[in-house]
């Protein structure tokens, strides 16, 4: 028995989107109330990747693309768009921006001899995706930005597009003296107990340090769940030990929890 394909998928979409007949949920649904599972799934793939959990990515990449489905039938219902317009957007948009691969901008010529490195290939990559801002008529240089990122995500976009133009530090460690710089004006306004001045100068501290990670090439989501994630696992060999010896929380003076906190650095968690 074969199995169901891409366009069982979408058929099936059609069904639960179907007016007199489908499921009343999903007719309910339009797409600014589909965002945030479609962000939950995406958060959720990525977790299953960071956890080596090969065994469910298969079943969480499909939801994944069920949310594609999702959009792509709420646009057909709205003579916006469908899922095969999608698609060819798609393809031609990569045709484009790999000129290496498709020299002659066809999806199925023989391969070319071109040789690039990653250097010239993330290179290129800018120049014509700058090329497609400019044929969308998009005047300011961070307008296309999307808003909806996770707020990491999206301070390192900014900052790499204006380093695009020449905003930018030249050496780490100017960066490093500009979060200290931020840190002396975060310290002032705890001081003055002016929270306004206190969040605002928090989210410069953060922001600098979002540079200084792009510009060491870590990237700054990736390591705050990485460091989330080693949080949580020293974390829970603390309170295992808590529960283990039979006391409460609050018996514990902080530098005991410190104890079996560096237990847990010690043990690699």
């Given at each position: 028995?074969?199995?169901?394909?891409?366009?069982?998928?979408?058929?099936?979409?059609?069904?639960?989107?179907?007016?007199?007949?489908?499921?009343?949920?999903?007719?309910?649904?339009?797409?600014?109330?589909?965002?945030?599972?479609?962000?939950?799934?995406?958060?959720?793939?990525?977790?299953?990747i960071?956890?080596?959990?090969?065994?469910?990515?298969?079943?969480?990449l499909?939801?994944?693309?069920?949310?594609?489905?999702?959009?792509?039938?709420?646009g057909?219902?709205?003579?916006?768009?469908?899922?095969?317009?999608?698609?060819?957007?798609?393809?031609?948009?990569?045709?484009?921006?790999?000129?290496h691969?498709?020299?002659d901008?066809?999806?199925?010529?023989?391969?070319?001899?071109i040789?690039?490195?990653e250097?010239?290939?993330?290179?290129?990559?800018?120049?014509?995706?700058?090329?497609?801002?400019?044929?969308?008529?998009?005047?300011?240089?961070?307008?296309?930005?999307?808003?909806?990122?996770?707020?990491?995500?999206?301070?390192?976009?900014?900052?790499?597009?204006?380093?695009?133009v020449?905003?930018?530090?030249?050496?780490?460690?100017?960066v490093?003296?500009?979060?200290?710089?931020?840190?002396?004006?975060?310290?002032?306004?705890?001081?003055?107990?002016?929270?306004a001045?206190?969040?605002?100068?928090?989210?410069?501290v953060?922001?600098?340090?979002?540079?200084?990670?792009?510009?060491?090439?870590?990237?700054?989501?990736?390591?705050?769940?990485?460091?989330?994630?080693?949080?949580e696992?020293?974390?829970?060999?603390?309170?295992?030990?808590?529960?283990?010896?039979?006391?409460?929380?609050?018996?514990?003076?902080?530098?005991?929890?410190?104890?079996?906190?560096?237990?847990?650095?010690?043990?690699?968690?």
């Open positions: 028995m074969n199995g169901y394909s891409l366009q069982d998928l979408i058929y099936l979409m059609e069904r639960l989107r179907d007016p007199e007949h489908g499921c009343p949920w999903d007719l309910k649904q339009d797409f600014s109330s589909i965002v945030p599972h479609t962000l939950e799934e995406a958060y959720e793939v990525a977790d299953t960071e956890r080596k959990d090969w065994a469910h990515l298969e079943d969480e499909g939801d994944l693309l069920f949310q594609v489905i999702f959009y792509s039938q709420l057909k219902e709205q003579s916006l768009f469908e899922f095969n317009s999608i698609v060819n957007q798609l393809v031609t948009k990569l045709i484009r921006r790999h000129p691969v498709f020299p901008g066809k999806l199925r010529t023989p391969p070319a001899q040789k690039l490195n250097q010239q290939i993330n290179a290129n990559w800018e120049k014509i995706k700058q090329q497609e801002r400019v044929g969308k008529a998009k005047a300011a240089i961070l307008d296309d930005v999307p808003k909806g990122l996770p707020a990491l995500s999206r301070a390192e976009k900014l900052q790499k597009r204006a380093s695009q020449g905003f930018d530090w030249n050496d780490p460690l100017l490093l003296d500009k979060i200290e710089e931020e840190i002396a004006e975060l310290r002032e306004a705890i001081a003055q107990g002016n929270q001045a206190i969040l605002d100068e928090m989210g410069d953060i922001f600098a340090q979002v540079n200084l990670a792009r510009h060491l090439g870590v990237k700054a989501e990736i390591a705050l769940r990485s460091t989330n994630q080693k949080f696992r020293r974390f829970n060999h603390v309170e295992a030990c808590v529960e283990s010896s039979g006391k409460a929380w609050d018996e514990y003076a902080l530098d005991e929890l410190d104890h079996f906190w560096d237990e847990a650095k010690q043990k690699g968690l």
